[in-house]
């Protein structure tokens, strides 16, 4: 089988651009290959955190995998922290980067213009990525569009090590979505949906009460022409609507055109809203399940073992063949 890595920050809440375009990925991916799927706390602190939020926010987002359906009997769920290979082969990986790759990533730029500090873990933690999917010789990596310079990073720092010290890694390939790998902003269709936007109008909350879904629906931007139509171009914002109700109903931008035919953006939200409020009521309440009990830690503990056994191997080969004495 294929072995798939795939993790994300556990910094705020999630949205349902990371449950349609991520989880429900992860989901499907379970039943095809030898998926792990980390709760990335390493990362989260390249940025500065509030010790007692990242704790719960760690736990929360573990809940949350479990919770939109990913199996812990066919899944490895663990946290990165928990696996110290993590970061000890990505400071072996820093010392195969090149900084001049580094520095060209668009994530670092971006985030670095908003920071009035810029700590040198966010400028390295392309390397810790690299580590985090290489660690585990995955075949298959889900990213987002936003994500595929850093996995082609993740590609040549591979094939460099390979090329130098012989065939250590599995250079692995992204998984991408047709449909939903980028959800954009309630607000800004030119933006992708983020739980770090500073209105929360932008985004839905997985874990948002009907409510709020609706309101946040009702006031999503749309356009002037009334018309329910697939058009990334001309219709942004809404064509964004419509991947979203088409994700949530498994129908075809094709079959959510028809289905809306002659209706307005009223009717359109009204259904959209109720749609997205029936989709996540099944996580929602499997979540208040899970984070009530002990059942979440004992999925970590355990998937820490089994990571770090799956971890082993490789780290000792990357450090045979850099010329470490062995242990």
């Known amino acids: 089988m294929k072995r798939v890595f795939s993790g994300i920050q556990p910094s705020g809440?999630?949205?349902?651009?990371?449950?349609?375009?991520?989880?429900?990925?992860?989901?499907?991916?379970?039943?095809?290959?030898?998926?792990?799927?980390?709760?990335?706390?390493?990362?989260?602190?390249?940025?500065?955190?509030?010790?007692?939020?990242?704790?719960?926010?760690?736990?929360?987002?573990?809940?949350?995998?479990?919770?939109?359906?990913?199996?812990?009997?066919?899944?490895?769920?663990?946290?990165?922290?928990?696996?110290?290979?993590?970061?000890?082969?990505?400071?072996?990986?820093?010392?195969?980067?090149?900084?001049?790759?580094?520095?060209?990533m668009t994530q670092f730029k971006d985030k670095a213009a908003t920071k009035d500090v810029v700590t040198a873990g966010l400028f390295t933690y392309p390397a810790l990525m690299a580590a985090d999917i290489l660690l585990y010789q995955a075949d298959l990596v889900p990213v987002g569009e936003d994500q595929k310079q850093h996995l082609e990073l993740t590609r040549d720092i591979a094939e460099r090590f390979n090329h130098r010290f012989g065939d250590t890694f599995v250079v692995p390939e992204p998984y991408i979505p047709k449909v939903g790998g980028r959800i954009m902003s309630l607000e800004n269709p030119e933006k992708k949906m983020s739980k770090s936007d500073e209105s929360q109008g932008a985004y839905i909350a997985i874990l948002d009460p009907p409510d709020v879904i609706r309101k946040k629906i009702s006031r999503a931007v749309t356009d002037s022409d009334k018309e329910v139509r697939y058009d990334i171009e001309q219709k942004p914002a809404v064509s964004n609507l419509m991947t979203i109700f088409g994700l949530f109903t498994d129908m075809t931008m094709e079959q959510v055109t028809e289905h809306f035919a002659g209706k307005g953006y009223g009717q359109f939200k009204k259904e959209l809203a109720e749609v997205v409020v029936d989709g996540l009521a099944p996580v929602q309440a499997r979540y208040q399940e899970l984070i009530a009990t002990d059942e979440v830690d004992r999925v970590l503990r355990t998937g820490a073992e089994r990571a770090r056994d799956l971890s082993r191997q490789t780290l000792a080969t990357v450090k045979e063949r850099l010329g470490f004495l062995a242990e």
């Open 13 to 104: 809440n999630l949205t349902i651009g990371n449950y349609l375009g991520a989880m429900k990925n992860f989901v499907r991916l379970q039943h095809e290959a030898q998926c792990l799927f980390c709760v990335v706390d390493l990362h989260a602190i390249t940025v500065p955190q509030d010790p007692a939020a990242l704790r719960q926010n760690s736990r929360n987002l573990a809940a949350l995998y479990l919770a939109a359906g990913i199996d812990p009997e066919k899944s490895i769920v663990f946290i990165q922290s928990h696996v110290p290979a993590h970061a000890e082969l990505g400071w072996l990986l820093q010392c195969i980067a090149y900084y001049g790759e580094l520095g060209r």
